[in-house]
């Protein structure tokens, strides 16, 4: 059994074809899957899905791309969502200084708005962060001491991941595993403890190599798992056991 612990099936991609994309990740092993909201529009198409699918859960955020968008009565509803019994994270939430689509300080203020819903409603949080690694870390040491998270698609170094594990939390890694030039996230899949390891799609982004350049979806999460199964000298069942436990365990999912 498999958890893609991050895929964006909401996405306008996957209106054609969703429930044999679905069909498609049970038939490779993958059982759940975490939905994630970037906005409050995918916030709410990822709680109907998870509504609508048994397989599916949610979760609710504004993604730091969108910060700038984010309105007083949105943080509200983030509140509202979260006593939702199938929304099981505030994600994804952070800072993006690639691309700064919204100004940094915007950025950094909705992001420690929503680490405060999560604090406020018991729930862990799910980051994304690009190119902001010093701010992102800050802001986590200082606010978000006690609260539970995930630092999704994690592209940082070693030094990086050591930082976050010693303060407890996760590291999901995504397709970029695969592509033969990530040397420095195979040394990250193989460093993290396979007790804080999740795995993830990013779907419909993030293809492995096996299928660059197409949609990627959740039953690739597979190739993810069998890349850092062999990286660590793991059977893929030993990989995949481990990672759906730390996915249940954080999310609070029931195990399958
Ligand atoms: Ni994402």
């Known amino acids: ?87 099981v994270a505030i994600g994804e939430i952070g800072l993006d200084y690639h691309y700064d689509l919204s100004p940094r300080p915007v950025q950094q203020e909705v992001f420690l708005r929503q680490l405060d819903i999560a604090r406020q409603t018991g729930k862990p949080f799910v980051v994304h962060e690009r190119e902001a690694h010093a701010d992102t870390f800050e802001i986590i040491r200082s606010t978000a001491k006690g609260l539970e998270g995930v630092f999704h698609c994690f592209s940082g170094s070693v030094e990086t991941a050591r930082q976050y594990l010693k303060l407890g939390y996760y590291i999901s890694i995504a397709g970029p595993v695969t592509f033969p030039k990530s040397a420095k996230t195979k040394e990250v899949a193989r460093y993290v403890p396979l007790d804080r390891l999740l795995v993830e799609t990013d779907s419909p982004y993030l293809t492995p190599q096996a299928y660059r350049g197409r949609r990627n979806e959740p039953a690739h999460v597979r190739l993810v798992a069998e890349e850092i199964a062999a990286l660590r000298e793991l059977s893929l069942a030993e990989l995949a056991r481990a990672t759906s436990e730390n996915a249940c365990r954080l999310f609070r999912i029931p195990a399958v």
């Not at 899957?33 to 859960?57: C, K, T």
């Open 1 to 87: 059994m498999l958890i893609d612990s991050h895929a964006h099936i909401d996405d306008d991609r996957f209106d054609a074809d969703r429930d044999e994309v679905l069909a498609r990740a049970s038939a490779a092993g993958v059982d759940l899957i975490v939905n994630i909201g970037a906005d409050m529009a995918s916030s709410a198409r990822s709680v109907a899905l998870a509504e609508r699918y048994p397989q599916v859960y949610a979760t609710v955020g504004m993604h730091p791309h969108d910060a700038k968008d984010m309105q007083e009565q949105d943080y509200q509803q983030l509140v509202r969502w979260a006593s939702h019994p199938r929304v």
